[in-house]
Nanobody, 117 residues
Framework: VQLQASGGGLVQAGGTLRLSCVAS?????????MGWFRQAPGKQRELVAT???????NYSDFVKGRFSVSRDKSKNTVYLQMNSLKPEDTAVYYC???????????WGQGTLVTVSS
């Protein structure tokens, strides 16, 4: 399985961006959880938001009310709508697919989001 993320870029504080991630390859089921993580310079990778195949979403506290994760299962795509961006949201954002029932996890290549103050 390959994950291709896109949509990152440079935006001013208070602005918006929408990230997309398309999964391709040997996808055996649409039951995987998909979502987004991020890694800022000098920091560990952290969870941003995830969505199960049934649409249950989970957000880290620092993005609640500002970011929204969604999926289009027919397109094997997960989105991250980011509103009210802050400079501290600056990071490389990674798409993730978790086939939890068989212990497999896949990562995209990352897309850089830079928020200027």
């Amino acid at each position: 399985v390959q994950l291709q993320a896109s949509g990152g870029g440079l935006v001013q504080a208070g602005g918006t961006l929408r990230l997309s991630c398309v999964a391709s390859g040997r996808i055996v089921s649409d039951s995987a959880t998909m979502g987004w993580f991020r890694q800022a310079p000098g920091k560990q990778r952290e969870l941003v938001a995830t969505a199960t195949s049934s649409g249950i979403t989970n957000y880290s506290d620092f993005v609640k009310g500002r970011f929204s994760v969604s999926r289009d299962k027919s397109k094997n795509t997960v989105y991250l709508q980011m509103n009210s961006l802050k400079p501290e949201d600056t990071a490389v954002y990674y798409c993730n697919m978790n086939e939890y029932w068989r212990g497999r996890e896949y990562w995209g290549q990352g897309t850089l989001v830079t928020v200027s103050s």
